[in-house]
């Protein structure tokens, strides 16, 4: 299980060398967003009440950001619950909605969403993308994390509205400036 979670941070740009060279925040601050967001994972995976893959979670300077969808309110409450128990966490920012079941946004649909917004990020080299989280929930836009500047944050913003099939975007974007 151990390396599953060492590899998912991999995966999601933490704890490589790489991202702490160009992230905004100290390594001292990585490495403490990295452990609050690998307690959270686990404990996620490990409750038997919540689908681990729905929920996900992400940190930067404490700040927990919980993104997924429910099945049932216990699940998103528990959710949270597990967020606020691990130490370090300084505040919760949720988005967590209820499944829809006829919804015509499939897993193909948002994993599309994601790459595309990630790759209209990526080509524009007045945004630091690094700390951006993308994450599609019934093909709306989720955006998280650290940036340079606020226009930046309007740049992201509309980089995410402007990628087809996307019915909205919610940014919880900070500046560092």
């Known amino acids: ?38 307690a959270i994972v686990k404990k996620l995976y490990d409750d038997d009440k919540i689908k ?34 691990v130490e370090g966490v300084k505040n919760i920012t949720t988005y967590l909605v209820p499944k829809k079941k006829d919804d015509s946004c499939g897993t193909d649909e948002k994993l599309e969403i994601v790459g595309k917004v990630k790759a209209k990020l990526v080509g524009d080299k007045d945004i630091w993308s690094t700390n951006i989280d993308i994450k599609s929930i019934q093909c709306k836009v989720i955006l998280y994390g650290l940036v340079g500047s606020k226009k930046e944050i309007s740049k992201a913003i509309a980089h995410a509205k402007s990628v087809e099939g996307v019915r909205g975007v919610k940014s919880y974007l900070e500046s560092t400036k």
């Open 52 to 85: 681990s893959l729905d929920i996900s979670a992400g940190c930067y300077r404490g700040h927990v950001y919980l993104v997924g969808e429910y099945d049932t309110e216990d699940q998103k409450y528990r959710a949270i619950q597990i967020a606020k128990s």
């Open 1 to 38: 299980i151990i390396p599953f979670f060492i590899f998912l941070l991999a995966v999601n740009g933490c704890g490589t060398i790489y991202s702490a060279a160009v992230d905004e925040r100290n390594v001292s601050t990585i490495a403490n967003d990295t452990s609050i967001k690998g």
